[in-house]
């Protein structure tokens, strides 16, 4: 597993200390988000047994509150736009290209 960058990180942490991993995070006042990517055999793992485990240093400090998900976490996630068009401006589709179903 290993986090990744994302459209909404504004920080990365750790940056400069190489016993660690850059941890790319959005951050403001009130929370921190990160986003990881799992490999393969993590994604088949957590189907099977539906287990995910989180393990948070906390060197003898209290727990601070932990909400791990699978959702986007900034609102409803942008569709990406189509790199070209469907059907170009001034053509006429082929007679054959498309199939229709006619309901009379």
Known sequence: MKPIEFREHNKVLAKDQPQYQ???VFMDETE???C???TL????????TG????????FGEPLQPQLPTVEYPFGTP???KPQHEVMPS???PRR?????RSYE
């Open 32 to 34: 921190t988000v990160s």
């Open 78 to 80: 942008e569709l990406p």
């Open 51 to 58: 287990n995910l485990w989180l393990r948070q240093m906390n």
């Open 96 to 100: 054959g290209t498309y199939i229709t």
């Open 90 to 92: 001034g053509r006429s």
């Open 22 to 24: 850059p941890l790319p």
């Open 36 to 38: 990881w990517r799992l």
């Open 41 to 48: 055999l993590e994604r088949l793992t957590l189907l099977f």
